[in-house]
């Protein structure tokens, strides 16, 4: 896994399911699940437009954020 941290957007959330997209510097969109949040009691600030950074993920399903923060 790459453990590069990369910074970017959160473009949309779904908060009743507990997950978001975030489009990172590399311009692709990334799944972003509540427990890949360092700070998972921060989940309410989650909204479109907050920056963030994490690592970029590749898994069978697609691209993910994981390790997110809050910048």
């Known amino acids: 896994m790459d453990k590069t941290r990369m910074e970017g957007t959160i473009t949309r ?3 009743t399911r507990g997950f ?8 692709v969109e990334r799944f972003v699940h509540v427990d890949e ?20 993920v590749r898994t069978k399903k ?10």
């Open 20 to 27: 978001a997209f975030v489009v990172g510097e590399d311009q």
């Open 37 to 56: 949040l360092r700070e998972p009691e921060r989940w309410e600030e989650m909204r479109q437009g907050v920056r963030v950074s994490f690592v970029p």
């Open 13 to 15: 959330v779904i908060k």
């Open 62 to 71: 697609g691209d993910r954020a994981s390790e997110v923060e809050f910048l």
